[in-house]
């Protein structure tokens, strides 16, 4: 509960820091527009990301390194790779329980497939099939 505590801590730090960077770049620009919608935009966007982020990372049992997160208008993105369905469905449910999330487009974020077995193995004609050491005759020393 600590860890993420201190996580999310680091998280709204770090959002909060890029937020005023773009406010004072946006304030020494000599062309009189107004951005300051696209810059709470793109704040309130770089933080949600930052938080899933965060928040995957305190997920039990979720390898969330895998796991890449664009945020658009309040619309998460996943994607990556998962070992199972389950860490699919988590790392949604994560990402939903983020303030400010409208909606989460899991579509990019696959399940590996699991390994092939290697019982099928075939040896090809021509090749010497592996043998197991001989014991020595009975009597013999080892």
Known sequence: MK???ILSSIAFAIALGFGLQTNALAAESSVNVDHSATASEAVSDAWITT?????????????????????????????????SEIEVKKAV?????????QKVDA??????EPAKPMNN???PSGEQQPT??????AGEAK
């Open 121 to 123: 193995l075939t040896i």
């Open 107 to 112: 579509a990019g974020l696959k399940v590996k």
């Open 51 to 83: 938080k899933i982020k965060t928040d995957l990372a305190a997920t039990k049992n979720l390898k969330s390194g895998d796991i890449s997160v664009e945020t658009n208008n309040g619309v998460a993105t996943l994607t990556g790779t998962v070992p």
């Open 3 to 5: 860890k993420r505590t």
């Open 132 to 137: 197991m050491p001989m014991q020595p005759p």
């Open 93 to 101: 449910a994560t990402a939903k329980s983020v303030k400010g999330v």
